[in-house]
C-alpha cells in the first residue's frame, strides 16, 4: 500500500486528514511547516515521538527524494534524478544565476505529446505527478541547498507537459501561496506549454498570474506539427490568439520559446514570417540552441544561421534573447537523465 502523500494537502486539508489521529489544532500548523521544508516524520523534533511514528507509517512526508545529483563541471548547474514512492523518477535541473536560483520541475513522468527533439517523449507518458510530487522536488532542493539558500524560482520545464496534468498543477501553484517553507510568488514561476488552447485560455482566468511559456518552435503550421504533433490540433494562429488573451487578462506578456534546429526551423524566410506573425504583439521570443538527442536525428543550427535568424526578428521589431545552455554536459536538457537511468535499470533486469 502507498503511503498518503500528505505534501499535496493544502494546510486545512491537512489538518482535515489529521483530525483522526485527534491531535491539538495547532500540531497540522507545525507538521505542515516541516513538511514544507522537506523534513521527514523522525526529524520533526516538535512532535512526540509517538506522533512521528505514526505518521511516519500512514503517509510519506518526501514524495520526491534525490536518487542523484550531478554537478556541471562547467557551470554552477546541478541535475538532480527524484525517486517517486512507485519506484518512478523524474529530473529537475538547478541553475545558479547571479540573480537567484531558478528550479526546473517535472510534472508528469514521461509525456505524451510526441516532440522529435524530445528525450521526454520517448516512450510516451506514463503518469501524472500529484501536486506534493512537484513541490517535494522543490523542498528537496531547498534542502540539498541548506544554508548555501533556497530556491527562488520555479520553470514548470521538466518532463512532462504542465497542461496535460492541469487541476494537479494548479493544486501545486497554489500549495505556494500557503507553503511555510517553500514560498515563492507567483510572478517567480514559469510554466510552459506546447500550446494547448483550452488550457491556455482556463490559465488565464485562474488569478495565478505565473509567467506563460509557449513552445512554439516554428513560424507556421506545415513546420510546427512536424516537430509537435500535438500541434496538429491547435493551429499556431489559435494558439497565438490565446497568448494574447493571457496577456489581456494577466497583464503579462507571453514568452514564446523557439529552438533552432539546424535545416528545419531557421532559414530566413522562416524568420521573417515569424516577424511577421508576431507583429505587433505584446511577447518575447526566447531562441534555444537545440539540445541534440540521439533519437533525433536533429542538430542545433550553426551560429552563424542563430545570429541570422535573431537579427531578422530584431529588425522586424520583435523582442528577442537568445538563451544561453547552462549544463548541457550533465545531459541538462529535457529528460536525458531519466532516460539514462531506465536504460541503467533496463540492463540491471
Ligand atoms: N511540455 C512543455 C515543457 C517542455 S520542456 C512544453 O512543451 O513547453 C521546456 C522547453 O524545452 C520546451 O520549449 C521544449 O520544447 C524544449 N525542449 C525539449 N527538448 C529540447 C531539446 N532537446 N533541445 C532544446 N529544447 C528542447
Not at 538532480?80 to 540573480?99: I, K, S
Request: a positive charge; glycine letters at 8%.
Amino acid at each position: 500500500m502507498p503511503r498518503v502523500d500528505l505534501l499535496s494537502f493544502t494546510l486545512e486539508e491537512a489538518a482535515e486528514e489529521l483530525r483522526g489521529l485527534s491531535l491539538p489544532k495547532y500540531r497540522a500548523g507545525q507538521i505542515f511547516a516541516w513538511l514544507h521544508k522537506g523534513v521527514d516524520f523522525p526529524a520533526m523534533v516538535n512532535l512526540p515521538a509517538d506522533l512521528r511514528t505514526s505518521l511516519a507509517e500512514r503517509y510519506v512526508a518526501q514524495p520526491a527524494v534525490i536518487l542523484e545529483n550531478k554537478l556541471s563541471g562547467r557551470d554552477d548547474t546541478v541535475k538532480f534524478l527524484f525517486g517517486l514512492q512507485d519506484g518512478q523518477c523524474v529530473e529537475g535541473v538547478l541553475m545558479r544565476y547571479r540573480h537567484g536560483r531558478t528550479l526546473c520541475v517535472s510534472t508528469q513522468a514521461g509525456c505524451r505529446m510526441g516532440c522529435v527533439f524530445c528525450a521526454s517523449a520517448i516512450g510516451g507518458r506514463v503518469r501524472n505527478l500529484t501536486p506534493g510530487e512537484m513541490l517535494g522536488q522543490v523542498v528537496s532542493v531547498n534542502r540539498y541547498l541548506g544554508d548555501a539558500g533556497h530556491v527562488s524560482r520555479v520553470v514548470l520545464m521538466g518532463s512532462g507537459e504542465p497542461l496535460d496534468n492541469y487541476a494537479n498543477v494548479i493544486k501545486f501553484l497554489r500549495l505556494f501561496t500557503g507553503s511555510s517553507g517553500a514560498m515563492i510568488s507567483m510572478r517567480r514561476i514559469s510554466l510552459s506549454t506546447c500550446g494547448l488552447v483550452p488550457e491556455m485560455l482556463k490559465l488565464a482566468r485562474e488569478g495565478l498570474p505565473v509567467t506563460l511559456c509557449v513552445s512554439l518552435h516554428a513560424p507556421n503550421d506545415a513546420v510546427r506539427v512536424k516537430l509537435i504533433p500535438a500541434a496538429s490540433s491547435y493551429p499556431i494562429e489559435d494558439v497565438l490568439q490565446a497568448c494574447r488573451n493571457y496577456t489581456q487578462v494577466t497583464g503579462r506578456r507571453v514568452i514564446l520559446e523557439y529552438a533552432l534546429i539546424d535545416g528545419v526551423n531557421t532559414s530566413e524566410s522562416d524568420a521573417r514570417e515569424l516577424a511577421e506573425r508576431l507583429r505587433g504583439m505584446r511577447c518575447h521570443v526566447n531562441l534555444i540552441p537545440l539540445n541534440p538527442i540521439p533519437e533525433s536525428g536533429l542538430n542545433p543550427s550553426s551560429e552563424a544561421d542563430s545570429e541570422r535568424f535573431e537579427q531578422i526578428l530584431k529588425a522586424g521589431h520583435v523582442s528577442v534573447t537568445r538563451r544561453r545552455e547552462l549544463g548541457d554536459d550533465i545531459g541538462g536538457a529535457c529528460g536525458q537523465l531519466r532516460r539514462s537511468c531506465l536504460s541503467r535499470q533496463e540492463a540491471m533486469k
